[in-house]
T-cell receptor, first 112, second 111 residues
């Protein structure tokens, strides 16, 4: 596609429920990133996929968070048993290897 | 380390120049970036500089890189109201290619 697409754009969920956030990267981009941006804060790195290499999961805040990237393209970030502190904007970006990263519009997650 | 630090707030009059500063800690970073985030929007890549360059100019934007001091700056000439946003600097970490971001600098342009 023309840009990085994320869905849904907004998600409200009850505490304790699981959520899945989706990212469609730019076609041909081998690298995919997930970041989290809490209100008024900078970007917190979550996970990074590069081609067929093992993902860098070092930013995932707890074992409730997981992500996968199927077929080297679409990625899903899953948060299990959501907590209120998970409320944030989740941003996905893609790039050609070590080139500049392009961001999607983000998914605003609200846990009530 | 991958701490990227930015000052938090800048107010500037329309037509003046804005300078946003950033310091980083990873001396082996390969690329350094400036992103712009308008309210309710994602991050838009503004410009980037390769680590072997000292300066890059792109229309109203000038990026200066001081590798010795690990200091990056973005100068916006003739600042416009549409430049009001949060500006993030980011470094691409050598070895793992991860992007590390600063906390952002909010720029408010006063008409």
């Amino acid at each position: 596609g023309a840009g990085v697409s994320q869905s849904p754009s907004n998600k409200v969920t009850e505490k304790g429920k699981d959520v899945e956030l989706r990212c469609d990267p730019i076609s041909g981009h081998t690298a995919l990133y997930w970041y989290r941006q809490s209100l008024g804060q900078g970007l917190e790195f979550l996970i990074y996929f590069q081609g067929n290499s093992a993902p860098d999961k070092s930013g995932l805040p707890s074992d409730r968070f997981s992500a996968e990237r199927t077929g080297g393209s679409v990625s899903t970030l899953t948060i299990q048993r959501t907590q209120q502190e998970d409320s944030a904007v989740y941003l996905c970006a893609s790039s050609r290897g070590n080139g500049e990263a392009f961001f999607g519009q983000g998914t605003r997650l609200t846990v009530v | 380390g991958e701490d990227v630090e930015q000052s938090l707030f800048l107010s500037v009059r329309e037509g003046d120049s804005s300078v946003i500063n950033c310091t980083y800690t990873d001396s082996s970073s390969t690329y350094l970036y400036w992103y712009k985030q308008e309210p309710g929007a994602g991050l838009q890549l503004l410009t980037y500089i390769f680590s072997n360059m000292d300066m890059k100019q792109d229309q109203r934007l000038t990026v200066l890189l001081n590798k010795k001091d690990k200091h990056l700056s973005l100068r916006i000439a003739d600042t416009q109201t549409g430049d009001s946003a949060i500006y993030f600097c980011a470094e691409r970490l050598y070895g793992n290619n991860r992007l590390a971001f600063g906390k952002g600098n909010q720029v408010v342009v006063i008409p």
